[in-house]
DNA sequence: TTGTAAGCGTTATCAC
DNA sequence: GTGATAACGCTTACAA
C-alpha cells in the first residue's frame, strides 16, 4: 500500500476544483469559502499533502540550502565549526549540504560547481590546503561574482572580497609563549606544519613575535616542522627533544603536542616543570591526555554560528551594495596540567 | 559587473533561436547543425552557461541529494561514518545533506519531514537516543511506506522494514571479554550507559556471554552505569574503583575508559599488570592515550561505505520488489597497550 | 468565490 | 534542422 507523493493536481482532481483553488485552500486564503478549504484541507491531511519543496524552490529562486565546504570532516575543530553552523541554520529554516575538499584543490573546485547551479543559496568555507599552496581563487572569484553568497572561515584568503570569520592566531600564539617566557621559559621550541597554511603562519609569527618582544633570539634548531597533520610517524620528533635544549613547546595541533608530551615523558622529563607544553585547537585530545594539555582554544562553534548568520544574511538581503566584513575572534588559553600555573 | 546566471532563454534569445534548438545544441544532438551547434556552444561557454539543477530535478523527480541523519556530529564514530557515506556518495554523483538530530526525537522527525518532501532522494539514518528511548518509529515506517529509501545504520530498529548496517556489537563485547579471562582475569568489570540504546544493550549482552561460558558469576557490583556519554564528572568512577576489586574492565566508549585509566593510575594501579582495560569506539583517544587502549574498532567508514551504496542501489533501482537486507559488519579488537598481549 | 494562465528552467515529443 | 508545446509542481496576477 505505497502512499504516492500526492500533489495539488491530485487533489484538484480528486475534488473536482482547480489546482489554484487548492493551493489557495491550503494558504487558508480569504479568498476562498470556508466550506471549500475545509473540505481541501481535510482531503489534504487525510492524503498528508505536503508542498514539493524542488517547485518552491524553482518558482521562488530559493533552496533554502547553504553548502559547506571543509578540507576535513574527521578533524575536530572543523566538526565543531560545523556544529555551529548546522545550529544557526536550521534555527532560520535552512538546511545544511556539506562537502568535504580532502584538502584537494580539484575536489573543492569540482563541489562548488556542482552546487553553484541552483542547489544552494550560499557557501560557507574553509580553503584546503592544495588550495592555499596553488594560490588560485579563480573558483570563489566567479561564485562572487554570479553574486552567489560567500563566506571563509578560518582559511581565508585577502585574494577574494567576501565576509570572513577567524580567529586571531598570531594573538593566541603571542600570548602563548609569553605565558611561558613569564614563567621563567627561555628555550621555547615551535612544533609546526609546513607554513603554506595561512594559521600555521599566522601562530608561528606570534611565535617571533612574544619572542622578539622579550629578546629572546630566534633559533632555527628550536623550530621543528613536520610535513603534515597526520603524519606524527617516524622519528624526527623524538631526535629533536634528544637532540635540542628545550624547556617549552608551543605546537599548531593537539596530536603535535600529545605525541611531543609522550616523547619527553619517556625521556625521563617532567611536565609541566622540565618541559611545558601548550597546543593549538582545544580538542577532545587536551581535556583527556596525562597531563592534561593546556591549549588555545579556537571556539569553533562561535565562529559557525558567526559565519551562518553572516551568510544567511547576505542571502536574504537584496540591497546590491557589496559591503564586506571580517569578523576575528580571540582566542582563550584554557589552563591545564601542562603548565605552570600562577 | 555582475555576471548573472544565464539560462536557455536568454541564449536562445540572444540568438535568434528557439529554447529548444538551445537544449538540443547544448547536448550535441545529431538533430542540429554543426554551425548552429558551435555558434550556441561558444555562446554558452563564454557566458559560463550551466543548467539549473533544480529544474532538472523538478523534471527528472531525482535530486541527487542525500539526507544524512545522525544523533551526533562531534562524536568520532558518526563523523567517520559520514566519511564514508559522504565518499560513496561523490563517487556516484550524489550529494550529502546533513542534519543532526542532536539525540533528540522531535528534531530527528522535523528534519526528517523538512527533507521528505522531494529535497532528497533518500535517507541514511542512525536513531537518536530518545527516539530509541520512545519507541516511536511513525516518520520512519511513513517515510518507507511513500516508497523514499531509508537505510538506517548502528543504531538501528526491528519495527521498520528497511536496509540497516550494523556491528556486531554483542561480539565485540564478547571477545573483548573471552581475551580478558584468557589473560586470566577473573573480576571484569562493565562500565556501560543506561541500556535503552539498542548497542549499549548488545554489548553488555556480549559481557554476559562470555562470563557464563566461562563460569564465572555475573556480579551486579562489577557493573557501572553511567548516566549519559558526556557525564564522565562526579565521582561515581572514582567510588567505583575505590569500592570493588577489579582487574579488567570493559567500557562501552573511549572516554569512560580514558577516564577510568586515569582514575586508576591515581589509584595506585598499574595499567595492564593490575588492571587491563578494553574500550569501545576505537576513536583518535584510544591511539594517544597514555597508556594506548587496547579498542573494539567499529569500522565507520566502512559502515558509511555500506550504507551509501544500499542506499543509492534502492534509489535507482526500479522494481518494486521489497526485499531488504541487514548487513552486520565484525568488530575488530586493536591490541594496544592497556591489555596484557600475547 | 473560483478558475485561467503565465512563469520558474529544463527536457522530450512531435510538427514543420 | 528547427521550433512549438506540454510537462514537472507550485504560485499569483488577473479574469470570470
Redesign the interface.
Known sequence: ?????ITLKHIARELGVSISTVSKALKNSEEISRDTKEKIQAFAKLY?Y??????I??KNKS?K?IAVIIPD??H?FF??V??GI?KIA?EKGY??????SDESFDKEVI?M???????VDGFIMSLSSETQLKNDYNHLK?LT???IPLVLFDRVTDEVACDKVLINDRDGAYRSVKKLIENGKKRIALVATEDYLSVSKERADGYFQALKEFNIEVKESLILKLPSMSSVEGDAMENFFKNEKVDAVLCVNE?YA??GM?IA?KLGFNIPQDIEFIGFTDG??SK???PTLTAVAQHGEKMGEIAAEMLIEKIESDN?VETYRTEILEPTIIERESTLNA
Do not use: D, Y
Not at 500500500?1 to 507523493?5: E, G, W
Not at 505536503?50 to 517547485?55: E, L, M, S
Not at 538546511?95 to 568535504?100: A, S
Not at 560547481?113 to 542547489?119: D, K, M, Q, R, T
Open positions: 500500500m505505497l502512499k504516492r507523493k498528508n505536503k508542498p514539493n519543496n524542488i517547485a524552490s524553482l533552496t540550502n570532516i574527521v575536530h566538526t565543531t560545523f556544529h548546522e536550521n538546511n545544511v549540504i556539506i562537502c568535504v563541489n560547481e556542482i552546487l553553484a547551479n541552483g542547489s566567479e561574482e554570479q553574486g596530536i600529545i605525541h609522550r615523558q577532545i585530545l583527556f591526555s596525562n546590491e
